[in-house]
């Protein structure tokens, strides 16, 4: 009985450390930014918040989750892939919804706290 439940709680750690435990460490296992690529960024300033759609450049990395954080006029956005579960699900696509005040946002970055990629820039026609 002890050995089945060392087995069940493993399993269970397995699955919910990759996913979830990264985010206790803010930006710092959030994915390359250069991997991450951008489809489309709607900023919706009547309801507060900013969609964003992409995906990854790597074929086998699946989408994990994002944490963000506003400083200033800038959101801070991590993107989290992980190759383990690219094996079982082949996908790395993703559209998030961050809710938000979006008055004073000036520049969104996608970042893992090395790196840092600007995806927009108010005001800036090769954002908009």
Not at 12 to 34: D, E, T
Not at 70 to 88: A, H
Request: with cysteine.
């Amino acid at each position: 009985m002890i050995l089945i439940s060392i087995i069940f709680v493993a399993l269970i750690a397995i699955y919910f450390i990759p996913h979830y435990g990264w985010r206790l460490y803010g930006f710092k296992y959030c994915s390359n930014p250069s991997m991450v690529v951008i489809r489309s960024i709607t900023i919706n300033n009547n309801e507060n918040f900013v969609n964003i759609i992409g995906d990854t450049s790597s074929s086998l990395d699946a989408y994990v989750g994002k944490i963000y954080k506003k400083d200033d006029d800038t959101l801070y956005i991590g993107i989290k892939y992980n190759s383990l579960f690219g094996f079982f699900k082949r996908d790395g696509s993703f559209d998030t919804k961050i809710e938000i005040n979006t008055s004073d946002i000036e520049k969104i970055i996608i970042t893992n706290n090395q790196e840092n990629k600007t995806i927009y820039i108010k005001g800036s026609p090769q954002y908009e």
